[in-house]
């Protein structure tokens, strides 16, 4: 069974500094990896997903995550933060050798930017 | 908006009602699934239905009945909740049974059991 561990609760940072969320997967088996974002009062969003090819994956508003499969990570970065980008991030995996895995989330992070 | 809408917004209900929420999705997807969130715990699958077939539950109790009609529309049936019952319901649909592919998720309904 897969297992996410998002490793920080709560991420201040400032308006216009770099950030890294970090997060780490357990499985037996190659995943599929994602991260969602649910901004106040809303369902969550697809920011960007890892189904194969490059490591390096590019999503929505800036965000991009580095797939490593050595240090079963899936950390997501975004060199520039907004106020906007105020929301909580889920990473989550599902099982690739399964067509009817439901994903599997972590706790989430909070990421406050502070103006 | 993403395509899966979920009503109602907000809901209100004492221990001993009876209400049910609302999903429906008109992407075209065979797979919908009905997730609680609660403050601090992770994202709990409860049900997932695939071609109108529930084929997962997440040993939820039974105070809570899913129903899918059809592809596009799927409820969850609520009656003698608890107050630890009180969340965010969310529901989210998917192409195939696998969420290998994006999963389109609703605002969610929020439940306050009182």
């Known amino acids: 069974a897969q297992s996410v561990t998002q490793l920080d609760s709560q991420v201040p940072v400032f308006e216009e500094a770099p950030v890294e969320l970090r997060c780490n997967y357990s499985?037996?088996?190659?995943?599929?990896l994602f991260w969602y974002v649910q901004y106040p009062n809303q369902g969550l969003q697809l920011l960007l997903k890892?189904?194969?090819?490059?490591?390096l994956v590019k999503g929505i508003n800036g965000f991009e995550a580095e797939f490593n499969k050595s240090q079963t990570s899936f950390h997501l970065r975004k060199p520039s933060v907004h106020i906007s980008d105020t929301a909580e991030y889920f990473c989550?995996?599902?099982?690739?050798?399964?067509?009817?895995?439901?994903?599997?989330f972590g706790k989430g992070t909070r990421l406050s930017v502070i103006a | 908006e993403t395509g899966v809408t979920q009503t109602p917004r907000h809901l209100v209900m004492g221990m001993t009602n009876k209400k049910s929420l609302k999903c429906e999705q008109h992407?075209?997807?065979?797979?919908m699934y009905w997730y609680k969130q609660s403050a601090k715990k992770p994202l709990e699958l409860m049900f997932v239905?695939?071609?109108?077939?529930?084929?997962e539950n997440n040993s939820v109790p039974s105070r809570f009945s899913p129903e899918c009609p059809n592809s596009s529309h799927l409820f969850l049936h609520l009656h003698t909740l608890q107050p630890e019952d009180s969340a965010l319901y969310l529901c989210?649909?998917?192409?195939?049974?696998?969420?290998?592919?994006?999963?389109?998720f609703g605002q969610g309904t929020r439940l306050t059991v009182v």
């Open positions: 989210a649909s998917s192409r195939s049974g696998g969420m290998n592919t994006e999963a389109f």
């Open positions: 989550a995996v599902s099982d690739e050798d399964s067509g009817n895995t439901p994903l599997v």
């Open positions: 992407l075209g997807h065979n797979a």
């Open positions: 239905y695939n071609f109108k077939e529930q084929t």
């Open positions: 499985s037996s088996v190659s995943v599929y």
């Open positions: 890892y189904l194969s090819g490059s490591t």
